[in-house]
């Protein structure tokens, strides 16, 4: 399942979010981003009543924080 989640990743099928890091453009499943990590299910939520979000501003976090999504 997981490979097939890939695929489908890299061919941008059925993707429905893009995470900008540092000018690089990262078109993911919200599902799987969410069932991964807290951070990202706690912001997801918190902007699901909005039909689109344009664009969310994260802060930087320091290399040397150790911090994982």
């Known amino acids: 399942m997981l ?9 941008k099928a059925f993707t429905d979010l893009k995470i900008v890091v540092e000018g690089r453009e990262f078109e993911v499943h919200q599902n799987v981003l969410a069932s991964c990590s807290l951070y990202f299910k706690d912001l997801i939520q918190r902007f699901a009543f909005l039909p689109a ?3 969310c501003l ?3 976090l320091a290399k040397k924080s150790g911090a994982t999504f």
């Open 53 to 55: 979000v344009v664009g």
């Open 58 to 60: 994260l802060h930087t």
């Open 3 to 11: 490979k097939e989640l890939n695929q489908q990743r890299r061919a």
